[in-house]
């Protein structure tokens, strides 16, 4: 199937590994060219590197730092000529006890999932209406849907941007020039954060991390975890010319995971 973006420009957050990096891939192979933001400079430009070898007759920008701040953000955008796709992505904040985070804790990860997409999103939507196409993916977490426990900071900022989307999606001003803005809920996915997760379980257990790991794998119904490649390519899918009638939905890809109707 022709996506039908060949040629139009995506900024893509925490681009340089797992999830982002996988929908980078997805939309380079689809012609799509590229603005990719992560902290570390090294494991960036690798990334970079492959998507431009990938397919050569894409343009590949690169700005590292943190997206949280004012400035790398102005950087990012001023790196595209036009943002026609945004996907926004940043790293979760830790697990813990509520009983044990503070106020600046909070605000920080609301700061880092919420108030930073909901920027971009304000810094870009409006361009995108007037030129008739745009499209935003906020990627957030499957625990949007089914809350866990110690996630508490995660669920907590997830959902208040899941909460702002609904509405902002559905103003006819953006939705009616061909705007969509939906959220991707990410289940266990194999990526480096589920690695760490899953030795911080077997540490605090005193249990292998294989057999953790096993655990965790059975309880999926499709008996895996998720790849980057496959989420990557759900994602290009909603970026493309043929999704333009989707928006303010929550897709959940997570194996099955969820148990509920709705």
């Known amino acids: ?13 925490a681009a340089s590994r797992g999830l982002g990096k996988g929908c980078a ?4 192979k689809e012609g799509v060219n590229l603005v990719l933001n992560a902290r570390g400079v090294e494991a960036l430009e690798a990334t970079a590197d492959q998507l431009r070898a990938e397919n050569p ?7 590292a730092g943190d997206i949280g701040t004012p400035e790398v ?10 943002v026609d796709i945004l996907v926004n992505n940043n790293g979760g904040p830790p697990p813990g006890d509520f009983r044990d985070w503070t106020r600046d804790d909070w605000v920080s990860a609301v700061d880092a999932n919420m108030i930073t997409p909901i920027e971009l999103i304000k810094a870009t939507v409006d361009d995108m209406a007037s030129r008739g196409y745009g499209r935003v993916i906020n990627i957030t977490s499957g625990a949007v ?37 939906n959220n991707l809920l990410p289940g266990p996915f194999d990526t480096e954060r589920l690695h760490k997760t899953l030795e911080g379980a077997a540490q605090a257990s005193g249990q292998d991390v294989e057999a953790i790991r096993d655990q965790r794998r059975q309880g999926i119904p499709a008996q895996r975890f998720g790849s980057a490649d496959e989420f990557g ?30």
């Open 25 to 28: 891939s997805a939309l380079a």
């Open 57 to 63: 007759r894409i343009v590949v920008h690169t700005v």
């Open 145 to 181: 849907k089914a809350p866990i426990d110690v996630l508490g900071l995660s669920n907590g900022a997830r959902s208040g941007l899941t909460g702002f989307i609904a509405g902002l999606a559905r103003q006819p001003r953006l939705a009616g020039n061909n705007v969509t803005i």
């Open 233 to 262: 390519a759900f994602c290009a899918f909603l970026c493309s010319m043929h999704a333009g009638y989707m928006t303010g939905q929550n897709i959940l890809l997570d194996g099955g995971s969820y148990p509920g109707t709705f």
């Open 1 to 13: 199937m022709d996506l039908g973006i060949a040629g139009r420009w995506a900024v893509i957050g």
């Open 73 to 82: 953000r102005a950087d990012i955008l001023a790196a595209c000529p036009q």
